[in-house]
């Protein structure tokens, strides 16, 4: 083992930076924000002097203009940013998506509305799995719950943006951002090869190319929504999520992110307990793991979610969920993160599920 | 018999899509003539903006990238960091280089980025109509200056080349006209020096053509082109605000102490 790939401890936000790096990424374009800024600090340190191209832009939207300029010529590309500034980024998303350029973007999320705060909330969830700026698009979305997979994921994403043509979204919080863990820099392997063709280079002997998202012709707009549209439907072959003690399990707790990562000290202690408690924890949030979940409920009747928001992928779990199975939800604003029994006691409000009528329990 | 006068190679044989009279067709022309003359058809990437000149890439055959309203000069900046022997540059209106994308302008020049911007001033928004722009002289109207720009509302016009020459990443500032065959050489000729300044790495370089729009002026072509040289260049001078190997300017280093 090299020192390049010793285990290390290190932080969500740097796990990031150093997954980006080992996949190839040597551009990288972005502006301050708590609590990601050990991202950019890090790419600076690593990108400058020759080894590629570190940019402290103007604003966030210069900085995803910046990545859909530097994709656009076929290079693997990275901002990142916080909850104010990915909205400020989403004109850019919106374009790449409608233009099909790829492209990696982080969000270490922090709590809203407005300046809202640097606490760890899940409040962008709707943002992030509905396209987030104007047009019908989706952007592929991965929800880390460790260092480990904030480096492991990132890696990941470059090659789900080249292989779909279009942003990837990394949601982590303020939570997976900060903290700091074990992680084992494992070597980047591409999960396949992807088609270049599109890339400008310079029409060297060959017509101009270009890559726009405007459509005037008639029907040319419809067509070119129903391409995107399919494309989004292709995503499901890489739906990926973790799905924990199902086996005889009467309640299954939904999560995503650093709640998944409480949740699973709460069900561990729950099944301590002799509670049959399961877990799912979608590690895509788009494509979302509905057929999983859909298929599940067809035994499982009772599902709980729980957020570190008022009520957001509780609706996907509802659409995804079989009609009959009850679809329980525990939310929390930001301002405070719950610890693993505080939890607990939320699952033991909703379980045992024989509850599915609840006001027949004594 | 040798032949003195053609369509640049690098431009398709299509109409241009321009109302009568627009000096767009002219631009188009010398920026085409430029990457002809310098051969670079082959290493040319335009980061298109929007506005009437959106449709670069049905009139250039050249690699061409579509940029959020304002972004160009920013989608130029990834284009060129990633492809550093391209040669970039963006084709941007006054209401998209002026007014949203003032922020991106403004960094792009100060970054230096060797990347080369030119800028139509016909002093409206074109597509939309005919409203004011950051650059609607006073008294000037427009839709939405029914009674003529007002300064103590809608404020001044803004005279981007001499703002632009002022920042040291920049290397090469000029405006020009293209009303006029007398203007038309000059344009070409700043035209082609900014090509050179990013081919020779110098830092960033903008050319701002004085540019007339008969359609949301309400005017014929005539009276158009008239009021370039009656009222637009007595508001918006020409001429070279900067060439830094002309020994105008700062050296970028030196601005630092």
Request: proline content about 6%; overall charge neutral; aromatic content about 8%.
């Given at each position: ?32 924000i ?59 998303l ?47 979305v ?64 060959r ?123 525990f ?32 | ?69 304002g ?5 130029a ?40 911007v ?37 404020g ?26 007398k ?40 009276a158009?082109?008239r ?31």
């Open positions: 083992m090299n020192e390049k790939h010793k285990k290390a401890l290190v932080k969500g936000n740097d796990a990031v930076a150093m997954g980006a790096i080992e996949a190839g990424c040597r551009f990288y374009f972005g502006y301050p708590t609590p990601q800024n050990e991202i950019p600090e890090y790419m600076a340190a690593h990108l400058s002097d020759g080894r590629g191209t570190f940019i402290q832009a103007e604003s966030e939207i210069a900085s995803i203009n910046m990545l859909l300029g530097a994709s656009a010529t076929g290079a693997r590309a990275m901002t990142s940013s916080s909850s104010p500034g990915i909205s400020l980024k989403q004109e850019g919106s374009y790449m998506a409608g233009s099909e350029i790829p492209g990696v973007v982080v969000n270490m999320s922090r709590s809203g509305p407005g300046l809202g705060g640097i606490s760890p909330s899940q409040g962008d969830y709707f943002q992030a799995t509905r396209g987030g700026g104007h047009g019908d698009y989706r952007v592929f991965l929800a880390p719950d460790s260092v480990q997979e904030c480096y492991d994921l990132t890696m990941l994403a470059f090659d789900m943006a080249e292989k779909y043509r279009n942003p990837v979204l990394i949601l982590g919080d303020a939570m997976l951002g900060q903290m700091k863990e074990s992680l084992d820099p494992k070597t980047y392997r591409p999960t396949g090869t992807f088609d270049k063709s599109w890339i400008l280079t310079g029409a060297k002997a017509p101009g190319r270009f890559l726009k998202s405007l459509y005037l012709d008639d029907g040319e707009l419809t067509e070119h929504n129903w391409k995107l549209y399919r494309k989004y439907l292709k995503m499901r072959e890489d739906v990926r999520y973790e799905a924990l003690w199902l086996e005889d399990a009467e309640l299954v707790v939904v999560a995503f992110g650093s709640m998944a990562r409480v949740l699973k000290s709460s069900v561990d202690m729950a099944r301590e307990e002799g509670l049959k408690v399961g877990l799912i924890r979608p590690i895509t949030l788009y494509p979302f793991p509905e057929v999983f979940i859909r298929g599940t409920s067809r035994h499982i009747r009772h599902f709980l979610v729980m957020e570190l928001n008022t009520g957001q992928m509780v609706e996907d779990v509802k659409l995804s969920a079989e009609p009959g199975a009850r679809v329980d939800f939310g929390l604003p930001p301002g405070m993160l719950p610890a693993p029994d505080v939890l607990l006691g939320e699952i033991k409000k909703v379980y045992p599920s024989a509850a599915s009528a609840p006001k027949e329990r004594s | 018999m040798k032949q003195v006068f053609k369509r640049p190679e690098c431009l398709i044989d299509v109409p241009f899509h321009f109302c009568p009279g627009c000096h767009h067709g002219l631009v188009h022309r010398l920026v085409a003539e430029a990457i002809d003359e310098f051969q670079l058809r082959e290493k040319t990437i335009i980061a298109a903006s929007v506005g009437c000149s959106v449709f670069m890439y049905d009139y250039f055959d050249v690699d061409v990238v579509e940029s959020p309203h972004r160009a000069p920013a989608v900046t990834g284009v060129k960091r990633a492809r550093p022997d391209a040669f970039v540059f963006t084709y941007q209106g006054d209401g998209d280089l002026a007014a949203i994308g003032t922020s991106e302008i403004i960094h792009t020049a100060n970054r230096g980025e060797k990347v080369t030119f800028f139509v001033n016909n002093t409206i928004y074109g597509m939309t109509g005919g409203q004011m722009a950051p650059t609607t002289m006073i008294d000037q109207i427009s839709t939405t200056t029914p009674y003529g720009r007002d300064p103590e509302e809608a001044y016009p803004l005279h981007m080349a001499e703002l632009l020459a002022m920042l040291p990443g920049t290397a090469y500032s000029a405006r020009v006209a293209v009303n006029s065959v203007n038309l050489m000059q344009a070409k000729k700043a035209t082609k020096r900014a090509v050179q300044t990013q081919l020779d790495r110098a830092g960033f370089s903008f050319v701002e053509y004085l540019s007339a729009c008969p359609t949301n002026w309400k005017m014929s072509t005539e158009a082109n009021r370039v040289q009656e009222e637009l260049i007595p508001c918006f001078p020409l001429g070279v605000f900067k060439d830094r190997r002309a020994g105008q300017g700062e050296d970028p280093k030196r601005a630092k102490e």
